[in-house]
């Protein structure tokens, strides 16, 4: 599925370049720019330091100066207006109209932003299949663009089937049966030694600690951390070296 996003009359450059970097977290890369302020956007310090990266984007992006030029090719055209229209394509959530067109086959679809000082023309939305409008509190509607396409690509790539969330640190392997008994009866010793558990009348501590440890699946160097408490709990009935 083909995606392009588009800025008409981007008046601030570092919107630009916030454009680029919500568009690269989403892994989408066709961005096209209507006739922006600055002829140079893609080369200002403020588009590439609010691009954090995504330079790339930022060095395929195109500048055109009509509207018709930056829709070559899409199929599917889709306007960002927070403010509903009279007459128009249907207002829906991004959501509720970008998860059924992820399944409709081979499309060319263009998410259209407007200007940030006047928003988008009338004209412009009527040339658009569907007005998204990202539903925000009603007493304060105000989306910077940035944050516009922010929303619209993460939801535009979850309804596309998303990325799945990375762990932050490798899956730990569980120590095995063997090493589990072997600490528990090190700390049965040391139990023992510091007078807590009564090998007489043991009741039922060693299984209840059995059953702790089976539920906590501790891992290899759990196990010795363990097993290194044990043989301190032990050291200490024994008093200071050398006494």
Same mark, same amino acid.
Not at 60 to 82: F, K, P, S, W, Y
Not at 135 to 146: A, M, W, Y
Not at 161 to 177: L, T
Not at 195 to 204: E, N, Q, S
């Given at each position: ?82 403010? =509903? ?52 509190? =009603? ?105």
């Amino acid at each position: 599925m083909r995606t392009r996003f588009i800025l008409i009359q981007t008046s601030h450059a570092g919107n630009v370049g916030a454009a680029a970097r919500a568009m690269k977290t989403m892994g989408f890369d066709d961005l096209v720019l209507v006739a922006p302020r600055w002829a140079n956007v893609l080369r200002r310090e403020e588009t590439i330091q609010r691009a954090s990266g995504a330079l790339d984007v930022l060095n395929n992006a195109r500048i055109v100066e009509t509207l018709d030029e930056a829709l070559d090719g899409v199929t599917h055209l889709c306007a960002t207006a927070m403010i =509903p229209r009279d007459f128009g394509p249907p207002t829906r959530t991004p959501r509720e109209h970008l998860e059924p067109l992820a399944t409709q086959g081979d499309q060319h679809v263009a998410f259209l932003f407007g200007s940030e000082r006047f928003g988008m023309r009338n004209e412009d939305v009527y040339r658009c299949n569907v007005a998204l409008s990202i539903p925000t509190d =009603p007493k304060f509607g105000s989306l910077n663009l940035g944050a516009a396409i922010q929303v619209v690509a993460y939801e535009w790539r979850l309804a596309l089937g998303g990325y799945g969330v990375r762990e932050a640190i490798a899956p730990v392997q569980a120590a095995d049966a063997q090493a589990v008994a072997g600490m528990l009866d090190h700390w049965e010793r040391s139990l023992v030694d510091i007078g807590f558990l009564d090998p007489a009348a043991p009741k039922k501590l060693m299984p209840r600690l059995q059953q702790l440890f089976n539920r906590a699946q501790p891992t290899p160097e759990e196990i010795h951390i363990l097993r290194g408490i044990a043989k301190a709990m032990s050291d200490a009935t024994r008093g200071p070296r050398g006494s």
